[in-house]
């Protein structure tokens, strides 16, 4: 295998697929110009009535063909340098580093403001016009301003007027165009205060996702850790122990403090995103255990797609590593073959995909081998340039050992001496805690994507999950998309603690009135009712393809991943195979799509998916494709074609 320009895997003859060899000339079609249909011979007939019915000849139709945007070539989809969020924010909507979110006009105006307020209405309207009269048919490229290395230079201006009337010719007002409520803006100012002044108690929020391969130990760290952290006592140490040790897993036992199913505790392995809490001296942790088994991979991405960091857990034992870093054998023919690879390699590639940046690497089991310094090294080694590849940044990544049974370097440092010997490092809770936070996206409309629904007693509709942008309050006006409905917030929760506010980058447990309880589900969105998000029914995005066991064609049915939403689709065109270094545009409406290449397509969904462009919000932008037990491809939602 081999890498080139900082995309992707492919092979070394991949690139030359595309281009004028034999394979690609058999899926040519020969592309006849229409010719005119002969009018018929006219019937005779009476004077009169042939005049009456006279009719002129019909046009001529030209067949349709799907023909790429003119300027759809555009930087490439890569991930290695520069970081496509680094960009983003330097670029795209400004985050909230200081107190004073602009207030919302007064809802009883002076008689002068009033006046100022409709001057300065139409002053806009007047500078609107101008401006889309002297750019009319214009480049369509304002989300690619905003996305950096991922902007399609020139934009498709041509298609840009029809995508924009797709939606019924609606208009959208625009993200940057959002007012905070005078109320909900003076609760955010002070909550953002209190979090600067660094007071007691005040940290940040950090969504903490646990990946890594089966039986790596991760459910059995998280364990050990929260252990160690207070968080379980030694009473149900105990009695996860005893439990374990009757049912023939005894080893499982620390694992049994976050996999509580039976299912789980049956078959060994976690199913489901578990969820717990804990604080080090900066952050607020939530706990995101993600499984590792692939055909549980899709739980996987929800919970990665929550997260703002990750710990990535590589069993260190003989075998071990090589069994979950170990690259995919072939697959066989029609691509129905189950992937071999361990599931070290996918999981690092979809949590950076879905916009995680900050990896923490902990090597565990290595008290199997002696606690040896070698193994680690020759581990870090081989790991290294593969996490480089897949876009994480060396200044990123941290690396420790750890042994979870024991609980060595996990809190405190560890007193096995064959490990203290050589480590001098950080533990575990002091990696965490030197994570960077990168503030919040507070100054958005809501945005809320729904992980997790429930019930209570009374019938009350609860829904959870990370807000990814914007804020509400214990009263706030919502909508749920995709359904439309509005209610309110009865009562919040913030990691776990009763709130009257959250916050974009909190985990929030928000209790709705007004809004049917089966109109919610994993996936949906809760967000401002003035600045709805997006409901998609068609969108063109840039894909960056993995290793696919065999090439993609349009009309080929895949999975679609985005933020929680999970839904059916097909690749309903492939518009564009673009250089995976430059972004220039190769060749337009491909016929079949290879390991490595980088693309422009558009995916059409089963259903309506909640989600915004990505140079608008990237948090709901970010796509994966799957099929198979297998991811196909990684990217990002360039525009929107068609909406509800």
Known sequence: MSRKGGSAYYDADDYDDYGGDDYADDWEEAYDAPVAAKPAPAKPKAPAAAAAKAKPPAAAKQGAFPVAPAAAAGGGFDFASPSPDDEARSSGPSERRAVGIPLAPSKTPTVKAAKEAQAATKAAAAQKAAAADANAGGSGDAAAAAIGG???????????????????????????????????????????????????????????????????????????????????????????????????????????????????RARGVTVDIAMARFATPRFNVTLLDAPGHRDFVPNMISGAAQADAALLVVDGSIGGFEAGFGAAASHGGGGGGAPTAGQTREHAQLIRSLGVEQV??????????????????????????????????????????????????????????????????????QAIDAFVHHGRNAGLPLRLPIHDVTRTKAGALGVGGKVEAGALRVGSKVMLLPGGEVGAVKSIEVNGQPAQLARAGDSADVQLSGIEPTSAHAGAVLCHPAFPARVAMRVEARLLLLDVPMPILKGASVTVHCHTAREEGVVSALVALLDGKTGAELRQRPRCLLKGQTALVEITPARPMVLEEFGELRGLGRLALRDGGSTLAVGIVTRVLEEK
């Open 150 to 264: 991922l902007s399609l230079k020139g934009g498709p201006s041509a298609a840009a007027a029809p995508a924009a009337a797709a939606g019924g010719g609606k208009q959208r007002r625009k993200l940057s165009e959002y007012v905070m409520e005078a109320d909900l803006s003076r609760d955010v100012d002070a909550a953002l205060a209190a979090e600067l002044s660094g007071g007691a108690g005040q940290r940040s929020s950090l969504h903490l996702v646990v990946a890594g391969h089966v039986d790596a130990g991760k459910s059995t760290l998280m364990g050990r850790l929260l252990h160690e952290l207070g968080l379980v006592s030694q009473k149900e140490a105990h009695k996860n122990l005893k439990e374990a040790t009757q049912a023939g897993k005894a080893s499982f036992s620390w694992a049994w403090v976050l996999d509580e199913r039976p299912e789980e």
């Open 360 to 429: 923490v690497v902990v090597i565990t089991k290595l008290d199997t081998c002696g606690c040896s310094q070698e193994r680690f090294d020759a581990i870090k080694a081989q790991l290294l340039p593969f996490l480089r590849s897949c876009g994480f940044k060396e200044a990123s990544l941290q690396w420790l050992p750890a042994a979870a049974p024991s609980g060595q370097n996990l809190v405190a440092p560890p007193d096995d001496a064959k490990l203290a010997a050589w480590w001098r490092g950080p533990t575990l809770v």
